[in-house]
């Protein structure tokens, strides 16, 4: 089955402790993103890629990092996260990013105390 | 900078009543627009993609118009069940910056019995 795979699907955490939540994609897809999506704010991008070792920033790139070794995966890095991180992310891939629609992973919730 | 607008935020539709959901942006420079829905507490699900160059983009019972020169996309559910209760989302991908979408706020619609 085509699809975008997202772990953990919940996680709490403490203020500054690193973590790494994965993205994956099993449809060779060249272009990856991620999102999050907060209460009257709605889904701002963070970080995309267009293809493997190539990222670049979204519109809220602050305190997140990236990296693109494989096609199928996408991790989004917090390496000191701050309570206003706590969001719902959004993974989602695309055959290209220009004139293919994006299919969505399932989410992740992170709650940052 | 592109700013993408959907009003109302909310509605509600008895069953069989056509629906029409409004997006605007203010920066008529994009490569496409994509429509998507999305289920409390789930990921996104993409219904549309209307390129520039398109005016409309129709699956089943959904149509999409795009008036790129009024900075305006409607989507227009037909004959509307309960099971279209959601929120929908658009989004534009801008023309500077490819690998960028910017998404609207949303409309939650309710599809009452």
């Known amino acids: 089955e085509a699809q975008v795979t997202q772990n953990p699907r919940y996680l709490i955490t403490v203020t500054g402790k690193k973590l790494t939540v994965t993205c994956s994609q099993n449809m060779n897809h060249e272009y990856m993103s991620w999102y999050r999506q907060d209460p009257g704010l709605g889904l701002r991008q963070i970080y995309y890629?267009?293809?493997?070792?190539?990222?670049d920033k979204g519109d809220v790139p602050e305190g997140y990092k990236v990296s693109r070794k494989e096609k199928r995966n996408f991790p989004l890095i917090l390496e000191s996260p701050s309570p206003n991180q706590t969001s719902l992310y959004f993974c989602?891939?695309?055959?290209?990013?220009?004139?293919?629609?994006?299919?969505f992973g399932p989410g992740t919730r992170l709650t940052v105390t | 900078k592109q700013e993408v607008t959907q009003i109302p935020a909310a509605l509600s539709v008895p069953e069989g009543e056509n629906l029409v959901l409004n997006c605007s942006f203010t920066?008529?420079?994009?490569?496409?627009l994509q429509w998507f829905r999305q289920d409390p507490g789930k990921g996104l699900t993409s219904l549309l993609l209307i390129q520039s160059s398109q005016r409309e983009q129709t699956s089943g019972r959904l149509n999409a118009s795009l008036d790129k020169s009024s900075g305006r996309s409607t989507l227009y559910i037909a004959a509307s069940q309960p099971g279209d209760s959601a929120t929908y989302l658009c989004?534009?991908?801008?023309?500077?910056?490819?690998?960028?979408?910017?998404f609207g706020s949303g409309t939650q619609v309710v599809v009452t019995p």
């Open positions: 920066d008529s420079a994009i490569y496409n």
């Open positions: 890629s267009m293809n493997v070792e190539v990222t």
């Open positions: 989602a891939s695309s055959l290209d990013g220009l004139d293919y629609e994006q299919y």
């Open positions: 989004a534009v991908k801008r023309a500077d910056s490819w690998g960028k979408l910017q």
